[in-house]
């Protein structure tokens, strides 16, 4: 029989039941599936003929938690982590069938994934972009960096590691006078970060623009792997009000002074785990909001300070080390007070004097910088283009 597990007080158990103290229920899934809260005192199996996902949020689990997964489908399944977590191996992520193990919460965004086997697929090999030797964990990995559109051309089907992001989005247009004088940062580009199957083949790698003046960046991706570009924080046109946009990472608020409105700032695409909204700017229209980045939200303007942008993501968790950041959020402008900075040392900052905000630098994903306009019409700041890594173990 199956033990009536998570117990309540005063619950009373029989001998039975106390016996079958590790009998949890099986909750199977034919989908892609998001673990909720719960799903650590059941054993989660999938079972589907095609790729699958279980996805692992941030602040879902805590500490000693332990969530067992499973897939018996002829479909690999892999153990994907959502925003703002990490999920560390030293087997594989991918379970092909009747693969399974499990997490083993170490805080609120930080896993450890116990593969134990049955099913599990190997590592191929690949060649495309620039190719190094790393080290991570112990671990030996060939990495493969794509700054550029280019071929990923696999030798050997199997596992591949993979993290990209999209192209940061732009931070809108402003204009002199009455008006949208004051805007957001951009979104920082989405981010995407899974451990995938491909067969032997070539596979076109797209890298992402980042976005022009009131655009949003352009997605990254190759196979079924994608990574969507980060929200504006406004109108491409220079003398005319737009709306923040969601993205990857949403684009923060706008100070629009002609109708005593402010903007909302955006989420990012709905349904998805690959970043954080944009900070909303608040009534006083002193200031605009950061634009969200790939690991938090984007600030709210206090007063006539301009809000934050979101923090990247650290890709040495990745590629190995020392700390670095991409797909920040830009920071939001002011009218004559400070203005935001952004979201990390890639991120890019806002104006709180006329002019334009600072545009991302390549291959950094991270959003422009909000734009202040009190005499001349001036354009936002351009996104950053995003990047592609793959790796594979050697």
């Known amino acids: 029989m199956t033990t009536p597990f998570p117990f309540v007080a005063s619950q009373v158990l029989t001998a039975q039941q106390l016996n079958d103290i590790q009998n949890l229920p099986i909750s199977d899934k034919t989908a892609s599936y998001v673990l909720v809260a719960g799903d650590e005192t059941k054993r989660t199996i999938m079972n589907a003929a095609g790729a699958t996902t279980i996805t692992v949020n941030n602040s879902i689990f805590t500490v000693g938690d332990v969530i067992q997964v499973a897939n018996k489908g002829a479909g690999t399944c ?6 703002g977590v990490t999920i560390n191996t030293s087997g594989s992520l991918a379970l092909a069938q009747y693969g399974g193990g499990y997490l083993l919460a170490l805080s609120a965004s930080t896993f450890t994934f116990f593969n134990l086997g049955g099913g599990g697929a190997s590592y191929g090999v690949a060649t495309g972009g620039t190719s190094s030797s ?40 402003c204009f002199a006078g009455t008006g949208l004088q004051c805007t957001g940062g951009g979104g920082g580009g989405g981010l995407f970060t899974s451990t995938i199957y491909l067969s032997a083949a070539t596979y076109a790698v797209k890298v992402g623009a980042g976005g022009a003046s009131g655009r949003n960046g352009l997605g990254s991706g190759f196979a079924n792997a994608n990574a969507s570009g980060g929200g504006t924080s406004g109108s491409p046109t220079v003398g005319q009000a737009g709306f923040p946009s969601s993205g990857g990472s949403g684009g923060g608020g706008a100070d629009d002074t002609s109708t005593g409105a402010w903007y909302i700032g955006q989420p990012a695409f709905i349904n998805t785990v690959t970043g954080y909204a944009g900070g909303t700017t608040s009534s006083n229209r002193q200031a605009a909001s950061g634009g969200g980045g790939a690991a938090s939200a984007g600030s709210a303007n206090s007063g006539t300070t301009g809000g ?54 390549a291959n950094t ?17 351009a996104g950053a283009s995003g990047i592609v890594y793959v790796r594979f173990k050697v």
């Open 78 to 83: 892999t153990i994907t982590a959502g925003a």
């Open 134 to 173: 790393i080290t991570v964990g112990g671990l030996n990995y060939t990495l493969l960096t794509f700054t550029s559109d280019n071929n990923l051309v696999v030798s050997k089907a199997g596992l591949f590691d993979v993290l990209m992001f999209g192209g940061g989005g732009a931070s809108g247009a």
């Open 308 to 361: 934050a942008g979101g923090a990247g993501y650290d890709v040495s968790t990745f590629i190995g080390g020392s700390a670095l950041y991409k797909a920040s959020g830009g920071g939001g402008a002011s009218r004559g007070g400070t203005a935001g900075l952004g979201g990390s040392s890639l991120g890019n900052n806002g104006v709180s004097s006329q002019g334009v905000g600072l545009s991302g630098a």
């Open 365 to 381: 994903a991270a959003g422009g910088g909000g734009s202040y306009s009190p005499s001349a019409d001036q354009a936002g700041a």
